[in-house]
């Protein structure tokens, strides 16, 4: 289950990050309109990889991680949802991990 929370979080910092990025291109874009032929393109990728490659990966692997976890539906629907609030996936992640990690998450491959 830890390797499975490790690909879940993974995945929730990488979609995070991306739709924060999203957001402020378009609050630069609100600001001043004349920087949109400037920004056109890393828009374009940034979207494109968020929506179209990222948030699928990220979904599959909170299927997963949930499956794996025995977690509720609701928190399910949360975690799937928390992709398309910007900054909710950080929140998210780190609500699911004290949940499920009271004491603290186990390092996965260290000797003790």
């Known amino acids: 289950m830890e390797k499975a929370f490790a690909r879940y979080r993974l995945m929730s910092f990488v979609t995070g990050t991306t739709l924060l990025t999203l957001c402020v291109f378009l609050?630069?874009?609100t600001v001043d309109l004349s920087l949109w032929k400037d920004l056109i393109v890393p828009v374009t990728i940034?979207?494109?990889g968020h929506g179209v490659v990222l948030y699928p990966i990220y979904m599959v692997m909170c299927v997963q991680?949930?499956?794996k976890a025995r977690l509720h539906p609701g928190?399910?629907?949360l975690m799937l949802l928390a992709g398309?609030?910007?900054g909710l996936a950080f929140y998210m992640?780190?609500?699911v991990e004290r949940r499920l990690f009271p004491e603290?998450?186990?390092r996965?491959?260290?000797l003790t």
């Open 27 to 29: 609050i630069l874009h």
């Open 46 to 48: 940034v979207g494109i």
């Open 65 to 67: 991680f949930a499956l």
């Open 75 to 77: 928190l399910v629907v």
């Open 84 to 86: 398309f609030v910007p």
């Open 93 to 95: 992640e780190n609500r």
């Open 104 to 106: 603290g998450r186990p």
């Open 108 to 110: 996965v491959g260290v």
